[in-house]
């Protein structure tokens, strides 16, 4: 069974730019919720979508959003990146019954210069 | 606020003994504790969980602990691998705000030596 998939793995963008991450959930999963990891923050999460709905939101500003397509792919867009938007973007997904455990991808690694 | 708290950032432990690696949390409303294990350049993988129903919850070479008076979970790893030198990070969630909103701690880095 195919894991959670993160594309790309790593980015490169400049300060002002902005930026699409894209997150293909395991098949049967339609809950997808979307982290930040930074070394000063840690693990933070930013927003889950179930039924292309975002469902729960976090604290960060609205330069961050998402989507979710009827395949329960999902992506995150930031525009007009900050330098402290520099981070690993990490990407889970699970099922919609309680207490069903977050599986993670393996990230995407943007860098904002 | 730094709701789920792992005070020990680093762990050294032989192989074949074993780990404990601890978490605290200041919030009563949490009513379910992860355990994830993070390898570099991958994403958390995870381990095991517990609901504040419970005080124990074993899945082979991992138990854990939950003491809801002291809001205090732990992580025991028996017997200790190699390949368990990691970083661990415990979470936490309330089923009433979505079990998606994990709160993580910080993250113990664990390393077995032969």
């Known amino acids: 069974k195919a894991g959670v998939t993160q594309t790309p793995r790593y980015l490169i963008k400049t300060r002002g730019q902005q930026v699409t991450l894209s997150c293909s959930p395991i098949s049967g999963h339609r809950s997808v919720s979307w982290y930040q990891q930074t070394p000063g923050q840690g693990l933070q999460f930013l927003f889950e979508?179930?039924?292309?709905?975002?469902?729960n939101k976090g604290n960060f500003p609205g330069r961050f959003s998402g989507r979710q397509f009827s395949n329960s792919r999902s992506e995150m867009n930031v525009s007009t990146l900050e330098l402290g938007d520099s981070a690993l973007y990490l990407c889970?997904?699970?099922?919609?019954?309680?207490?069903?455990?977050?599986?993670f991808g393996n990230g995407t690694r943007l860098t904002v210069t | 606020d730094q709701q789920v708290k792992q005070n020990s950032p680093s762990l050294s432990v032989q192989e074949g003994r074993i780990s404990i690696l601890n978490c605290d949390y200041t919030?009563?409303?949490?009513?379910?504790f992860l355990w994830y294990k993070k390898y570099p350049a991958e994403g958390p993988t995870f381990l095991i969980s517990?609901?504040?129903?419970?005080d124990k919850n074993e899945d082979g070479r991992f138990t854990v602990f939950l003491n809801k008076s002291a809001k205090h979970l732990s992580l025991h790893i028996v017997p200790s691998q190699p390949g368990d030198s990691a970083v661990y990070f415990c979470a936490a969630s309330r089923q009433n705000t979505g079990f998606q909103k994990l709160v993580f701690g910080t993250g113990t880095r664990l390393l077995v030596s032969p």
């Open positions: 517990i609901s504040s129903i419970k």
């Open positions: 919030n009563s409303m949490f009513d379910y």
């Open positions: 889970a997904s699970s099922f919609e019954t309680a207490n069903s455990p977050l599986h």
């Open positions: 979508y179930f039924s292309e709905t975002q469902r």
